[in-house]
């Protein structure tokens, strides 16, 4: 498939940089998104060069754009479980929960990774959407004791199966031995962190939370450090392993319109144990069913090369009833895969489909998730 | 002074295209911005080139980026009202307000246009925030019957002297009449749109909000074929322009941590006259008194290329004390300006203070907004 549309992009004020973004030009990118207001690095070198050495040793990444939303005070916990369907009442300190936010209507607000630091002090480690500002709506009226505020926070990921030695020897055996889930608070001489058992590749990975954005240079160059017995490089997150994986990508594959019911896998995270706000809409989707459904799907035609550029439409019988969200080329399924909306009767793995790319009809089929077994000890928490 | 960093962007499914992309491409635009996860046309030409024209003769910019929140609903006056500090009970049908969004700890959440198209029925034309989802965080306690939604909306701007005439030719003497910040609700031969006297230039100006994105390519070409004999032209918005205006850019200059009284010329939009989310917090600051200010400033140094690449270091006797937000060239004043916050000691035009760019130290001093007087037939409503 063609590579998509591309043009030149100047840096402006109004896009945040990241406290690592000296390095990250140093290291080689090439390219940039935009993501939460700042730019993350999409491309260093080829991406199955990138892909391999996730897959082989270990990368870092600048994900430093997963800003956070922390939420403290007396009514703390109270607060947060208002804001997500999953059942908090069993969330523990230092542990992770993926954690959709659920507007009134049940929409995806946003689907953060929950970080519980305190019985009173909870991080919302966000995907591209200004859910800072959902959370501060639902405080106008909530009448809860809490303070909510984007503190300086700025995540780096280090994924791939060789992570644990490095972060071993950055943190102790007790910090490399976390469980999925699980995080840690403390400091890397002098520099203050939080780390946690988690990632976006389907990897064995774990994410460092820098809690001082001045100290980024710093922080960037002990993990380099640390991973060169390990061939660490530094890589951009990866659409091809992501997909793989089943995981989405908000505001993409995904967003407000959507309810977690419409999602393939997300259905098991509306916990009707908990009391959140838009429970009843969620009530009432669960009761009626919902009459379309993200989807994977396995696609045909020429490798795709990096990314899709625009939604395709999906079409069955010549009508059009939903669209291509995603695609990458599975460097080790041999094949395009991706993420498709489509019709609940067509939710099923093995149905026919046509997309129709800019270059004509492609055929695709519908596909059970996820495309490629997780790592065996990595459950979603 | 050093054009800004810039690198090969390669365009994603997860932005959303406007509705006229293919003629922007078509028109030649070279550069685009993300925006409310959007991309926005940011260089056809020379900035210098697209600056004169949108001075001489008329111009027309794609922001479908102004993405809108429609509110409607038995309880939408009384739901609007709670978002912004402005007085609504003043605001007529059909008359648009420039209207903050308010957190309830007085920051800025957005800095919308406001227009009211009927009793019940108001849009926000939203700047770089999702204030969409803070207005469903409002909604999930407020207790008041309101639909709010993402219509499907996607403005275009037609600004500069010319631009009577050309909306004239569209939609008649009466559309062309409109007083500053009013509206008009109608079709162009069946393309649904809203018509309102606003921009973002500081020249006389309308915006054309098309209401049905399917439709986009065939407005661009309706208004640029009514607009061929006024030497109409696409041009992205001009930040020399809106910096000479005194405009602020919502998430560069202002962000969610200051409050209008923050920022020079945005006290007199809070109307302690209404009741509003935040008004408790902007009453306090009111009484006390704000620590810093957002002010103009004359830069010394070579002429500005396109803008600020990032913020610089705003230092009086070799202190850092505050930040440069936004620098352009002026072409008319043959200087550079922008804004810089401040300690409000410094606030007063007429302060000398040394800015700390990546080249070195530059020379500025404070100045009052507007840079040039507006239009004498538009004051900001």
Redo the contacts between chains.
């Keep these: 498939m063609r590579?998509?549309?591309?043009?030149?992009?100047?840096?402006?004020?109004?896009y945040r940089?990241s406290p690592y973004w000296e390095r990250t030009v140093e290291a080689g990118c090439?390219?940039?998104?935009?993501y939460n207001?700042m730019l993350i690095p999409?491309?260093y070198d080829d991406d199955e060069v990138e892909y391999r050495h996730l897959l082989e040793h270990v990368t870092l990444w600048d994900v430093a754009v997963e800003r956070q939303v922390e939420i403290t005070g007396p009514d703390a916990a109270r607060f947060t479980q208002?804001l997500t369907c999953r059942d908090l009442s069993r969330c523990e300190v230092m542990q992770c929960k993926y954690a959709p936010i659920i507007?009134?209507?049940g929409g995806i607000?946003n689907d953060p990774i929950l970080l519980r630091l305190a019985e009173d002090r909870f991080w919302l480690s966000l995907a591209?959407?200004?859910?800072?500002?959902?959370?501060?709506?639902?405080?106008?009226?909530?009448?809860l004791d809490v303070e909510i505020r984007e503190p300086d926070v700025s995540p780096l990921q280090v994924q791939g199966p060789k992570s644990k030695y490095v972060i071993r020897d950055l943190f102790g055996e007790e910090v490399a031995s976390l469980r999925y889930y699980r995080c840690w608070e403390g400091d890397l001489d002098g520099i203050p962190v939080v780390v946690s058992r988690t990632g976006w590749s389907g990897e064995v990975g774990f994410e460092i939370y820098l809690c001082d954005s001045s100290r980024g240079l710093e922080l960037w160059d002990r993990v380099m450090e640390a991973g060169r017995p390990y061939r660490i490089r530094p890589i951009a997150p990866s659409d091809q392993r992501r997909i793989e994986a089943g995981i989405f990508?908000y505001?993409?594959d995904m967003t407000?319109e959507d309810t977690p019911f419409h999602v393939t896998g997300m259905e098991r995270l509306v916990e009707f144990s908990a009391d959140f706000?838009g429970r009843p809409a969620l009530e009432r989707v669960a009761e009626r069913g919902v009459d379309r459904k993200l989807v994977g799907v396995e696609i045909g035609g020429e490798p795709f090369r990096?990314?899709?550029?625009?939604?395709w439409p999906v079409r069955r019988d010549g009508e059009t009833v939903g669209k291509l969200?995603?695609a990458s080329y599975s460097f080790r399924l041999r094949r395009n895969i991706g993420y498709a909306w489509v019709p609940i009767g067509l939710a099923e793995p093995g149905n026919e489909l046509e997309l129709l790319s800019p270059d004509g009809p492609v055929p695709a089929v519908t596909a059970s998730l996820p495309f490629l077994d997780p790592t065996k000890e990595i459950p979603r928490s």
Excluded: M, R
């Excluded at 090439?30 to 935009?34: A, F, G, H, I, Q």
């Excluded at 959407?129 to 405080?139: E, K, N, T």
């Design positions: 590579q998509p549309f591309s043009f030149t992009f100047y840096v402006a004020s109004w940089k090439t390219s940039w998104d935009v207001h999409t491309l208002l507007a009134p209507h607000v591209d959407s200004d859910a800072l500002l959902y959370c501060l709506g639902v405080q106008a009226f909530a009448g990508n505001g993409n407000i706000i990096l990314w899709l550029e625009d939604f969200t995603s």
